[in-house]
């Protein structure tokens, strides 16, 4: 009895003693958690764990409290009451071991009855009794859950330093061991910004993936990690650095999605999906255009985007698209370039089921836009379809070009006449005809062999004017006509007709003496006197050899004057065939023809004799061979001097037809002034508009007028003996213009007529004309006389010189007349004083742009290189002041009639002769008529 006593009062202390070690084993348990848990987190703050790695740390975490937590029960469950007993000694504070030495009597047997057993019972309920006596508060195992209390305030505090120290760590850590299946990044001390959501790209396309890192600097390579949607082997990138803290890498040909993320040492930014849009796209397109057959081009083959699409009318394109996905067709519309309206559309068609390309085939017809659509296995459709530029080429129809003779030629009915054309067709000609027509009507067409299937002609034709039966007065058209190849469009092109007027010798003599200036005039005897003279001391260097006794030095020599003569005989050969302009030519002409045979005669000795080998007979006969050209020598001198002096006095009856030209210029003038001021005193303003052209006209006299102030001194100076009556007549003539005030009259009136006052002006330009006629009309000298248009007495005369000077002196008033419209004399126009050669006077040429074919005439002022063309047609260059000299020269000029150049052609250019010819031709005529077949 007193035994189960003691073992119910010390069952009920182990209660209180349980909680005690129940208490403190939670407590260690907690610890022991907090610890595996510091040990997880510091690292994962190195070694970033993924989700997988996460969920095990929480569930080890788990099973260490489950195990902590057993632990504690079976100890607090298991606690023997031995324990409690000395638990309760301890508490009673009685030093003595009462109750343990009772629960220790309780256990042993004793034999009833006995005195044992009876002291063993008082034991046991003494026990009992102190036992009673002890507070259940001091049965409170207060060593252990004091010691667990300390373990678990010291694990806090290390915890809350931690937290402390590392805030956002500590976060982040919590955080992804909170949610250990989350993808969440794991701490590192850079922040990744990878925008909002993920990103997307088109199926099969390219996209560049981007982050921006901040926090501490980057030292380590930042990669680009991926793994498909869902998870996965995990598959690591280098990353290209944009700027400081901006990292991409470029994904190419994305056609499943992923994941992604950054990485940059141990940390990583989250995972991002990347979407991928199956949407077809056009990867590539190949376009073959097919020409029509008549155009005889190759195919084009071509990249769309690298070449224009463009081609003829009937052209044959194919287009095959290629697609980043499986394609089940595609469309193409057409619109106008400005339009919304769909005017064609064409079907693609797969060129294999399942694949990925499709193929699209039309025909070029117009200009327009073409909208290219693919369609997808799926039905999906491109979001942005691709606009296709197409574009017609024009079949143009030939172009035709005549580039010589020119629109209006004039040639004499024995000349040959050099027609030239340049002919243009982009794809090739069909044929080419030569069309003439005669007076208007259509003559005859003639088909060339040049043409077919060419695309770009020099087409030339000489037409022998003999032996077409022509006469002066006569007009013949020239004109080519060119097709081209194209079935479905009348492709013909026509050249400008060429129209070549037919005149006399006489007028074509007229014309050579009309572009002859007085320097050229001279130049002739000049260059012919040269190139003799060269002839004539290359026989001395013959003789000068032969005295000194040198064989090589002779046969050098004589080789040096062989060529020398034949040379020579070119030059006079030449001029002794041209056709004779002047008077004079004549004489020139038979003076050249004996020197001609003569030379070649030297020159057949210094080639053919065998008297060189002795140097006593070579002497001998270089000194005859010289004698040989002596006289002719003399008599070429005489004509020079001759033509000097007729250049001299040509000069200044220049200056007379000048002042001839000046006045009827200044009469028109001032006539037309007298006009407009009526005309605007009365109100009437609608001639006003004339006024700048009249005081440009008045501007342009006044200064020729000064122009021959300033140059007839000079030319007066050089005026042979037998001239007094020229020569006095002209020093009166500018002796009255300058006492009359004639050109400060003409100056006030282009001042007044500036300032817009008509009536001075008028006044002012009236008394420079009375003055004019006054000057020019009060005398009868030979300067007077020219002046007024008769003739002087020295070219009454029946010899050479007089007629000469006669044909000199209707050129030069034709010229000034001509050009008095406002020409500036001495500027290259087509009249006027000219430029002045070397000879200090000149008559400028006729610079039309007419050509005048005839016979052949030397032309010193061709360059020798342009010796050698066909015909006896040349374009005429710009002469310089001075005229090259003979001697000079390599090459025989030219013996050809001339072509002026220098600016377009001007009705009062023309002789008045022509001017109505020449006007007519320019003009647009109504189309020949064609002849009976």
Not at 466 to 494: I, K, Q
Not at 687 to 696: D, Q, S, V
Request: aromatic share 4%.
């Amino acid at each position: 009895m007193a035994s189960s006593n003691l073992h119910s009062a010390l069952t009920r202390s182990a209660t209180t003693v349980r909680k005690g070690l129940l208490l403190a084993g939670g407590l260690l348990a907690v610890v022991l958690v907090l610890a595996v848990l510091l040990v997880a987190g510091i690292t994962d703050y190195y070694l970033g764990w993924e989700p997988s790695s996460r969920k095990m740390w929480v569930l080890f975490v788990l099973a260490v409290l489950v195990v902590g937590v057993l632990v504690a029960v079976l100890r607090a469950r298991l606690l023997p009451l031995r324990d409690v007993a000395a638990r309760a000694d301890e508490a009673s504070g009685a030093g003595r071991r009462e109750i343990q030495s009772a629960l220790e009597l309780s256990e042993e047997e004793t034999a009833d009855g006995t005195l044992q057993q009876y002291l063993t019972q008082q034991t046991i309920n003494r026990s009992v009794g102190h036992l009673a006596k002890v507070p259940q508060a001091h049965l409170w195992p207060r060593r252990e859950t004091r010691q667990a209390w300390l373990v678990a305030g010291g694990a806090l505090l290390l915890m809350i330093a931690l937290v402390a120290l590392q805030p956002r760590a500590s976060k982040i850590i919590t955080h992804r061991f909170l949610h250990p299946g989350t993808e969440l990044a794991p701490y590192s001390p850079h922040e990744f910004s990878l925008g909002k959501g993920g990103a997307e790209v088109v199926y099969g396309r390219d996209i560049s993936l981007a982050v921006d890192i901040t926090g501490a600097p980057i030292e380590e390579e930042v990669r680009l990690l991926t793994r498909p949607d869902g998870g996965g082997e995990v598959t690591n990138l280098p990353t290209f650095r944009e700027s400081g803290t901006r990292f991409t890498r470029k994904l190419e040909g994305v056609t499943q999605p992923l994941e992604y993320a950054f990485s940059l040492g141990r940390g990583r930014s989250v995972w991002k999906p990347l979407e991928v849009l199956w949407q077809p796209e056009l990867e590539a397109a190949q376009v073959e255009v097919r020409p029509p057959a008549y155009a005889g081009l190759a195919n084009a083959q071509f990249l769309l985007g690298t070449e224009d699409l463009r081609g003829l009318r009937g052209s044959q394109v194919r287009l095959r698209a290629l697609s980043n996905r499986p394609l089940s067709g595609g469309t193409l519309e057409a619109r106008a370039p400005q339009g919304r309206e769909v005017i064609a559309r064409v079907d693609g068609v797969p060129l294999e089921a399942g694949g990925k390309e499709v193929e699209f085939r039309w025909n070029i017809e117009a200009d327009c836009v073409w909208t290219l659509n693919l369609r997808d296995v799926r039905g999906g459709q491109m979001q942005d379809p691709v606009l296709i530029a197409q574009r017609l080429l024009p079949d143009e129809k030939p172009k035709v070009e005549l580039t010589s003779p020119g629109p209006v030629a004039f040639a004499t009915p024995q000349s040959a006449v050099t027609l030239a054309w340049e002919v243009e067709e982009d794809f090739g000609l069909e044929r080419v005809d030569l069309v003439r027509a005669a007076d208007g009507f259509r003559d005859r067409t003639r088909s060339l062999t040049e043409g077919p299937g060419e695309k770009n002609l020099n087409i030339t034709r000489e037409v022998k004017l003999p032996t077409l039966g022509v006469r002066p007065g006569e007009t013949l058209e020239f004109m080519l006509e060119a097709r081209d190849r194209n079935p479905s469009l009348l492709g013909v092109g026509s050249s400008p007709p060429a129209r070549v007027k037919i005149i006399s010798e006489e007028e074509y003599g007229e014309q050579v003496r009309l572009r002859t200036t007085l320097a050229e005039f001279v130049e002739r005897y000049r260059a012919l006197r040269e190139k003799l003279e060269a002839a004539q001391k290359s026989l001395e260097k013959v003789a000068e050899a032969a005295k000194a006794g040198d064989k090589d030095k002779l046969d050098e020599a004589r080789k040096e004057a062989e060529k020398a003569q034949r040379e020579a005989a070119e030059w006079f050969e030449a001029f002794a065939k041209e056709f004779p302009a002047f008077a004079t030519d004549k004489e020139l002409s038979e003076l050249a023809g004996g020197l001609k045979e003569e030379l070649e005669k030297n020159a057949d000795e210094l080639q053919n004799s065998n008297d060189w080998s002795d140097p006593a007979k070579a002497q001998a006969l270089a000194k005859k061979l010289g004698e040989r050209l002596q006289q002719g020598a003399e008599q070429l001198a005489q004509q020079e001097q001759e033509a000097n002096d007729l250049a001299a006095v040509g000069g200044v009856l220049e200056m007379a037809a000048e002042l001839q030209a000046a006045r009827d210029e200044q009469r028109e003038v001032s006539e037309a002034l007298s006009r407009l001021a009526e005309e605007v005193a009365l109100g009437k303003d609608t001639n006003r508009h004339k006024l700048p052209g009249l005081r440009a006209q008045q501007a342009a006299n006044h200064e020729r007028i000064k122009r021959v102030q300033e140059q007839l001194p000079g030319r007066l100076e050089k005026l042979p003996e037998g001239y007094e009556n020229l020569k006095q007549g002209a020093e009166r003539v500018l002796d009255q213009i300058d006492l009359l005030q004639v050109p400060k009259q003409m100056s006030d009136a282009t001042s007044k007529a500036g300032q817009g006052k008509l009536t001075g002006a008028a006044a002012d330009s009236v008394l420079a004309r009375a003055n004019l006629d006054q000057i020019l009309g009060s005398s009868n000298d030979d300067f007077c006389k020219t002046c007024q248009g008769s003739q002087p007495g020295f070219c009454n005369g029946q010899g050479m010189a007089e007629q000469a000077m006669a044909q000199m002196l209707a050129a030069l008033r034709g010229r000034a007349q001509g050009g008095r419209q406002g020409n500036s004399p001495g500027s290259g126009g087509a009249g006027g004083l000219g430029a002045v050669g070397g000879s200090g006077s000149a008559m400028e040429g006729m610079q039309l742009e007419v050509p005048i074919i005839g016979p052949p005439r030397v032309n010193l002022r061709q360059p020798p290189s342009s010796r050698g063309g066909k015909g006896n047609e040349a374009r005429q260059t710009h002469a310089s002041d001075e005229s090259p000299k003979a001697a000079d020269q390599n090459h025989l000029p030219s013996a050809t009639s001339t072509q002026a150049g220098g600016r377009a052609w001007r009705p009062e250019d023309v002789p008045p002769k022509y001017r109505e010819a020449v006007k007519s031709y320019f003009s647009d005529e109504p189309k020949t008529k064609e002849s009976a077949p």
